[in-house]
């Protein structure tokens, strides 16, 4: 399985942005999907999950009520719509892909053998 992270950049606090997260390599849709990430001199945190099935979804305290994971099978893609964007938003973002369809959410790092390569995100204030 591989993945592709994009959608980073450079933004200001407030703003929105979207990443996504790129399959190839399995059947997507037998796949659980979590999106983390890291700060500089931190360790890497969870963000969100989402269900082979797409049903069930999980956030992190740091992306509860303003982000949103999706998955789009047909594109084989899944997504991180991040609102309100806050300077402590700022990391390294990563998707990352475990090979179940357990009906569960997966937030540990350690539930995933299939991560991204990872794509910068930095808020200014």
């Known amino acids: 399985v591989q993945l592709v992270e994009s959608g980073g950049g450079l933004v200001q606090a407030v703003v929105s942005l979207r990443l996504s997260c790129a399959v190839s390599?399995?059947?997507?849709?037998?796949?659980?999907w979590g999106w983390f990430r890291q700060a500089p001199g931190k360790e890497r945190d969870f963000v969100a999950t989402?269900?082979?099935?797409?049903?069930?979804?999980r956030y992190g305290y740091s992306g509860e009520g303003r982000f949103t994971i999706s998955r789009d099978n047909d594109k084989n893609t899944v997504y991180l719509q991040m609102n309100n964007l806050k300077p402590e938003d700022t990391a390294v973002y990563y998707c990352?892909?475990?090979?179940?369809?357990?009906?569960?959410?997966?937030?540990?790092?350690?539930?995933?053998?299939?991560w991204g390569q990872g794509t910068q995100v930095t808020v200014s204030s």
């Open positions: 989402i269900s082979w099935s797409g049903t069930i979804t």
């Open positions: 990352a892909a475990a090979e179940t369809t357990a009906w569960r959410t997966f937030a540990n790092t350690n539930d995933y053998p299939y």
């Open positions: 390599g399995r059947t997507f849709s037998s796949y659980a």
